[in-house]
């Protein structure tokens, strides 16, 4: 096993593969077009799929390729085929929930790595060691679990088998996502991929068929454990994994940036930088906290009434080509214009504060003084050298 703890970060297509590698994650995580829990993310059909374990590869990267769907018997027709296509080029483990998508994998090709979903609801030593006498190489222990149940955990195992957990992201509020919601509101199957988020639907409050005025929903907030990164490499855990194949590319970069610097310099037995704290905060969905982490929940983990948008930072374009050290071509995002100031988040896991821009120019190539149209290309010039690369990021500072 490394010494290092590993930092996984989801993949929900190509671009966001790149960028999760690119900002500091040691590996990600992505499905394909089938046998995937997150069917609304784009996804990697068998092309891109290659083309992302490729990627990967040449920067000496790993990755998880997820097959981890309830099957029904159904399902399980094309699932050969699907494997079949998938090892010509092959990842470095499969990330599964299903016993039978787990024995076909070891039927075709015994000698592929097989990590166990947090599906699969692991919670303590003795299952964590059914596996490993099962062949996996790994378990991704449920979410419901806290700090000390890992470190008891880790300890009964004995290095027979890997420990991640997660760290960062969307926590269900049903078991280990085993939610029937979606299913019964609106006929979309949750373990199969098609999970409608019924729980962070905003719902009216009754008390004996009598409207009480009031509204809630059944959602968690998000698990943000950044500030106890140190506690969860000293009790040995394999990998730290961020939760997120739906996010933005902007979240993804901020996120995996600030986990990657506050990791390194716990290594690096330096000081852990508190604006990386404060990046990971703002870039937020929602209201965050430590859920099991030191225990069971309370009240205070729920977001029992209707959720704020949480929009602290605005990610106002990305880096596609340099022309010169000053001028580069970019594609926005948000609404910005020239009198903002940025902050560039670079590939190099540093902050360039306070960058101004000197023009824009459209695609016509006439000098604009306001961005409103996401996703337009566009020449900017800013005011210093900057040594960017493609997918670099600006975003506009100080959004409160």
């Known amino acids: 096993m490394s010494n290092h703890m590993e930092l996984l970060a989801p ?8 960028i999760a590698l690119d900002f500091g ?36 990267k790993k990755v998880y390729l997820v097959t981890n769907i309830v099957c029904h018997n159904h399902l399980l027709n094309g699932f050969e085929d699907f494997l079949h296509e998938v090892m010509k080029t092959p990842p470095d483990a499969f990330l599964v929930t299903d016993p039978s998508i787990y024995r076909k994998i070891q039927k075709h090709y015994p000698n592929a790595i097989i990590h166990v979903s947090t599906q699969q609801s692991v919670t303590n030593s003795k299952a964590a060691l059914f596996w490993a006498r099962n062949g996996a190489k790994r378990i991704v222990t449920a979410r419901e679990v806290s700090l000390n149940e890992i470190k008891l955990m880790i300890n009964n195992v004995h290095d027979q088998i890997e420990i991640e957990m997660f760290g960062h992201g969307a926590v269900c509020i049903s ?43 059944m959602s968690a907030k998000d698990m943000c454990l950044i500030n106890y990164v140190k506690d969860i490499i000293d009790c040995r855990v394999s990998a730290l994994k961020i939760e997120g194949r739906m996010k933005s590319e902007h979240y993804i970069a901020t996120v995996v940036n600030a986990y990657r610097k506050i990791i390194d310099s716990i290594y690096d037995k330096k000081q852990s930088l508190s604006e990386y704290v404060d990046d990971v905060l703002k870039a937020a969905n929602r209201e965050v906290s430590y859920a099991w982490f030191n225990g069971n929940p309370s009240k205070d983990e729920m977001l029992y009434h209707e ?34 100031d940025f902050q560039v988040l670079g590939r ?34 800013f005011d210093k050298p900057l040594d960017l690369s493609k997918n670099d990021m600006a975003r506009i500072s100080n959004i409160h």
């Open 11 to 18: 993949a929900g297509d190509l671009n966001r593969g790149q």
């Open 25 to 60: 994650a040691d590996a990600i995580y992505f499905g394909g077009k089938q046998y995937s829990l997150r069917a609304r993310a784009s996804n990697f059909d068998n092309q891109q799929l290659h083309e992302m374990i490729n990627y990967a590869h040449q920067n000496q």
């Open 175 to 217: 078991y280990s996502g085993r939610c029937m919601l979606s299913s019964n509101f609106c006929l979309r199957d949750a373990n199969n991929g098609g999970c409608a988020q019924s729980c962070r639907w905003v719902n009216e409050l009754y008390k004996d068929n009598r409207s009480l005025s009031k509204t809630f929903s």
């Open 307 to 340: 959720i704020p948008k949480q929009v602290n930072q605005l990610f106002a374009f990305i880096i596609d080509q340099k022309i010169d050290d000053e001028t580069y071509r970019v594609t926005s995002r948000n609404y910005f214009r020239i009198i903002n």
């Open 348 to 381: 190099n896991l540093k902050h360039i504060e306070n960058v101004k821009l000197l023009e824009i120019k459209d695609k016509d190539g006439l000098l604009i003084d306001v961005v409103n149209k996401p996703m337009s290309k566009l020449i900017v010039k």
